[in-house]
């Protein structure tokens, strides 16, 4: 059975800290993508950018502690060393920090949103 968000709180909990964080570290273009019922990947795939390598770098760094610290599980991060693409894996919530030109030519949304926005 295909568990939804709304069954688990604790989803949503951690959607809205992953968004209200990358909000506060003046992350830009920041996308949301609604998975369930189209992945079982997780509920939800968050798609930001940083003006620098650095600024994707802090802000990973801050979402992990900020999950640790909220939800008490540890995020896996991958691709910090140089911060271009960083996925931050949190389970149901799985965020990709991008610096802008490497999120344009990867273009995730456009891969996942399946024909809707999927804004945030």
Known sequence: MQRTPEADPGVEALHQLVLTSLDDDQAVETVSIPLAGKSSIADYMVVASGRSTRQVASMANK????I???????ARVEGLPTADWVLIDAGDVIVHLFRPEVRSFYNLERMWAFGDAGQA
């Open 63 to 66: 979402l992990a502690e900020k």
């Open 68 to 74: 640790k610290a909220e939800f008490g599980r540890t």
